[in-house]
């Protein structure tokens, strides 16, 4: 089955950029959707389709996707941004939701 | 705007069927196409996808799963079920639902609505 790697955690200082990876077997062929969950809460979608951010989503948060990795960029980092970030995408050749095994963004 | 809400028992014992309700509100389950997704998150870990059923009743399962579940739609009531055989410890987790809308691809897009999630505890 398809397999996505994620960085256990990132750790960034406020005003800076955090980015995070999520790697997968020739993922730039394939639409990556990124997720951020604060505790407690359901998670949210940032990004979509590697790229585009839903209606209400700041344009600090971006990602591109290229080879055998996918990136989710946040810009100026808040305090508020803190929370775990998990990588996903639909595995069209069985037909499956594979889910990327989370980011926790820790602000400084 | 689309809500979703899960329902259902808090507590199962051990080798029985867990049931959850996905209630649609703002929305109905069988217009548009969408697949409506359940998907797990065991206490401090990452997110599982279980299954989905499509808008016109097709299922498709997490092979790990596919021998114990089963997703179903009740248009009347304008929801979406889960079902989990034989439940074990390792079931206990904090279950979603989630609407998934199908691209121009004819294939899922990304997650955009979430319920609220449930946490069912499989316990004697």
């Known amino acids: 089955s398809y397999v996505l790697t994620q960085p256990s955690s990132v750790s960034v200082a406020p005003g800076q950029t955090a980015t995070i990876t999520c790697g997968g077997d020739n993922i730039g062929s394939k639409r990556v959707h990124w997720y951020q969950q604060k505790p407690g809460q359901a998670p949210v979608l940032v990004v979509y389709?590697?790229?585009d951010r839903p209606s209400g989503i700041p344009e600090r948060f971006s990602g591109s996707n290229s080879g055998n990795t996918a990136t989710l960029t946040i810009s100026r980092v808040e305090a508020g941004d803190e929370a775990d970030f998990y990588c996903q995408v639909w595995d069209d050749i069985v037909d499956q939701s594979v889910f990327g095994g989370g980011t926790k963004l820790t602000v400084l | 705007q689309v809500q979703l809400q899960e329902s259902g028992p808090g507590l199962v014992k051990p080798s029985e069927t867990l049931s959850l309700t996905c209630t649609v509100s703002?929305?109905?389950?069988?217009?548009?196409?969408?697949?409506w997704s359940w998907i797990r998150q065991p206490p401090g870990k990452g997110l599982e996808w279980i299954g989905y059923i499509f808008y016109s009743g097709g299922t498709n399962y997490n092979p790990s799963l596919k021998s114990r579940v089963t997703i179903s739609l009740d248009t009347s009531k304008n929801h979406l079920s889960l079902d989990l055989d034989s439940v074990t410890a390792a079931d206990t987790a904090l279950y979603y639902c989630a609407r998934v809308p199908e691209t121009w691809e004819l294939i899922p897009g990304a997650y955009d609505i979430w319920g609220q999630g449930a946490l069912v505890t499989v316990s004697s």
């Open positions: 703002g929305g109905s389950v069988s217009s548009g196409s969408y697949y």
């Open positions: 389709d590697d790229s």
